[in-house]
């Protein structure tokens, strides 16, 4: 049975992006881009929110395998393997290969799709994953935090919620970024 998984890159005080909706300051080293690429890896489909999708559609982009970076490179080429599924009522046609759109989240059928997946199936955007998590459908919370405080704007964790969780792994990096992984307790 393949696992949900929620990732996130935040602040230390839980945003995403800060008040005007920036998230400049989370953009990752080669060292933390290196690893994310690596959890990457062993997803086989994304399951995402329509803002979060527009912002990783510049994977999309082949100027994206052609960066400098190894990891940047290696990202792109990982994006592009694995199947879409975007949640939007306003997205009519995503216009790129292995993606489609769905109109509503549905927490039975996305749990069904992990349930016969092969490989990991993960989840992002705040919005999209807060309903996955208030549905109880996520198996494992990923967040690499940095060490910045920007007091504000869109939280990661969804209001209200409250999970136990036993932690699986940690790890920190030079630049001051922390990882943790947990499992989420049913």
Known sequence: MALLTCTGIMSLDGYVADASGSFEWSAPDEEVHTFVDDLERSVGTFL???RVYEVMRVWDDPAMLDDESPAVRD???????????????TLDDPGVPRTRVERTFDPAAARTLVDRAEREVGIAGPT???????????????????PVLVGG????????????????DERRFTGGVVYTRYRVAR
């Open 128 to 146: 999209l994953a807060a309903q996955a998590l208030a549905a109880g459908i996520v198996d494992e919370l990923r967040a690499f935090v940095h």
């Open 153 to 168: 704007g869109t939280s990661f964790y969804p209001a209200g919620a409250r999970l136990d969780l036993e932690l699986l």
């Open 75 to 89: 990202y792109a080429r990982i994006w592009r393997d694995v199947d879409k599924v975007v949640y939007s009522t």
């Open 48 to 50: 995402l929110g329509r």
